[in-house]
């Protein structure tokens, strides 16, 4: 089955430093890539979509500045919270289609951030 | 934009039949998909329907029914490892081809 790995798993950070997730799809190539964020038993909340090799879209409300994406390859998108604060402190999940018209979306398991 | 409302929170026993509704609001509307998440885990697909009518997948169901913008996940032979969050997410035109999700509801199965 196509499966999604992120790194790191759980990262806690001072406020005002930048972190980096990785998200890679392991035995599939993604053409599109979407982060999720998610809060304590919240639903997950698109932030913005990734094609590979392009510009992300981001959803209304989310910073692009503060969040920057990178799709780098058909395998590879990077998340990095830029400044961050304790309200980004967050579970943030990744997701790849295999096509943007996909319905099926393979999430990977998620990175805890904890903003200290 | 797109809507889905389904119920917060259902408990139930072993073997039990749960049923988690889904109503949306949408225009384009493509799909209902069907994800379950365990506390701290990432969600997994369950289910895709694009056409009214039921589809089964071993003790899941799903339902759809376009003309009320309505679905349903059918729980069956409930498991104390069926204990998780079931999101609806709805495939739209309108959205970019992007899923929106529902709010999720907690099914907590009980001995």
């Known amino acids: 089955g196509a499966v999604v790995s992120q790194h790191p798993s759980r990262v806690i950070c001072k406020s005002g430093t930048s972190v980096k997730i990785e998200c890679r799809s392991l035995d599939f190539q993604a053409t599109t890539m979407f982060w999720y964020r998610q809060f304590p038993k919240q639903s997950l909340m698109l932030m913005a979509t990734s094609n590979e090799g392009s510009k992300a879209t981001y959803e209304q409300g989310v910073e692009k500045d503060k969040f920057l994406i990178n799709h780098a390859s058909l395998t590879l998108s990077t998340l990095t919270v830029t400044s961050a604060h304790p309200e980004d402190s967050s579970f943030y999940i990744c997701s790849a289609a295999t096509s943007g018209g996909a319905y099926e979306q393979y999430f990977g398991p998620g990175t805890r951030l904890t903003v200290t | 934009g797109q809507s889905l409302e389904q119920p917060s929170e259902v408990t139930a026993v072993e073997g039990a039949i749960v049923q988690i509704n889904c109503t949306y609001q949408t225009s384009g509307f493509y799909g209902l998909s069907w994800y379950q998440q365990h506390d701290g885990g990432a969600p997994t697909f369950l289910s895709y329907n694009a056409l009214d009518g039921l589809e089964e997948t071993g003790r899941f169901s799903s339902f759809l029914s376009r003309s009320d913008s309505y679905g349903y996940l059918l729980l069956q032979e409930l498991q104390m490892k069926d204990s998780a969050s079931y999101f609806c997410?709805?495939?739209?035109?309108?959205?970019?081809?992007?899923?929106?999700f529902g709010g999720g509801t907690r099914v907590l199965v009980k001995p």
């Open positions: 997410a709805v495939k739209a035109r309108a959205a970019g081809n992007k899923l929106t």
